[in-house]
């Protein structure tokens, strides 16, 4: 079974600080999501990353920035966090080829005060 | 842009009552399909896709979804459904040539017993 686990379930920032939202995979897929999930507005692409070091811009970057140092693992990165970033995160993995599924980790809900 | 819509933004019905989630979206192009389903506390999963051949698709727990090309829609059905279906269920189409996909703003399914 693909697994992809994210670091926290729930995580509560102060307005300001620098924020790290980790997601890891176990099944070697070479692309990786970020999203984030508001009630009655979906799912919205923030960044992707089709290979390690490589990343490229979503639907809504602004604030956002992400790391892909090794395949496994792609890190969310909020620079200073504000109360409009109060969300759930949630990371995604794929196999190369857009007919595959994206498999979802658990999501972290992120309060910022 | 591309988009994809979603009628309904909550539906509730009683038990055994039949269920159809509506679903459109814009692209003209060859499209990949998918329905997403969120449980209360869970992580999205996949319940079905679509990428070619017959275009109703059978999916897990007895839902399956009809791809009419002609009118750009993917309607998710299930003949009778039960309470442990209450959940948020999400269409989502593939874009361009990498094949991110786009999200509807999903559908609240709850189900008296």
């Known amino acids: 079974d693909v697994k992809v686990t994210q670091s926290s379930r729930y995580l509560v920032k102060r307005t300001g600080e620098k924020v790290f939202l980790e997601c890891v995979q176990d099944m070697d897929h070479e692309n990786m999501f970020w999203y984030r999930q508001d009630p009655g507005l979906g799912l919205r692409l923030i960044y992707f990353?089709?290979?390690?070091?490589?990343?490229e811009k979503g639907d809504i970057p602004e604030g956002y920035s992400v790391s892909r140092e090794k395949k496994e693992r792609f890190s969310l990165i909020l620079e200073s966090a504000s109360t409009n970033q109060t969300s759930m995160y949630l990371c995604?993995?794929?196999?190369?080829?857009?007919?595959?599924?994206?498999?979802f980790g658990p999501g972290t809900r992120l309060t910022v005060t | 842009a591309q988009s994809v819509s979603q009628h309904n933004h909550h539906v509730i019905l009683s038990e055994a009552a039949s269920l159809e989630l509506g679903c459109n979206y814009s692209y003209g192009g060859t499209v990949n399909l998918f329905w997403y389903v969120q449980y209360p506390g869970q992580h999205l999963q996949l319940l079905l896709k679509y990428f070619s051949g017959d275009p109703l698709v059978k999916g897990i727990k007895g839902f399956e979804a009809e791809f009419i090309k002609s009118k750009f829609s993917f309607n998710l059905r299930k003949p009778s459904v039960q309470w442990s279906d209450t959940a948020e269920y999400f269409c989502a189409v593939t874009r361009g040539s990498q094949g991110n996909l786009i999200f509807g703003k999903g559908t609240k399914l709850s189900v008296k017993p």
């Open positions: 990353s089709y290979d390690v070091k490589m990343k």
């Open positions: 995604a993995s794929r196999p190369s080829g857009s007919f595959y599924e994206q498999y």
